[in-house]
């Protein structure tokens, strides 16, 4: 019997996370060909396309037209990409607060204090009436029902 070893399949998503890779390290918009010169590994051209046309389904690149082929650009940094994957997480689930309250309770110190900082800074950008008073703030002023 012969040794013949199959290449190693790739993870879900890990082909997709290379392409993202390949297009932050381009300096502006970059052709489906760059980025399967860029991956090397025998990729297939169409499969470069088919990954690309993908991530824009889900809103993770944008292309424009250049010539008579299309030049893509990541539609956000890495940050962003993130946030994107945990709304959509979040937004599959029918019980949000247990979720987020899960979430929450899972994170460490640090973490932790890091969210509410980035909250209330978010809370101080709000207009006000726009959600800067809860009810937790309402409990402290007595301002609570009875």
């Known amino acids: 019997m012969t040794d013949q070893r199959r290449p190693r399949r790739r993870g879900q998503g890990e082909l997709e996370a290379q392409v993202l890779s390949a297009l932050r390290e381009a300096d502006g918009p970059t052709t489906a060909g760059w980025v399967q010169e860029r991956l090397g590994g025998g990729l297939a051209y169409t499969t470069v396309v088919t990954i690309l046309t993908r991530l824009m389904a889900k809103g993770a690149v944008t292309r424009e037209r250049a010539g008579r082929s299309f030049a893509w650009t ?20 029918s019980d949000r607060e247990a979720v987020l309250a899960s979430f929450v309770t899972g994170l460490d110190a640090d973490d932790e204090r890091l969210l509410r ?27 609570g029902e009875d």
């Open 74 to 93: 990541p539609a956000a940094d890495e940050a962003g990409l993130a946030a994107r994957r945990m709304r959509k997480v979040l937004d599959a689930e």
């Open 117 to 143: 900082g980035l909250l209330d800074r978010a809370k101080g950008d709000a207009p006000a009436g726009a959600g800067g008073h809860d009810a937790r703030e309402a409990d402290e002023a007595g301002e």
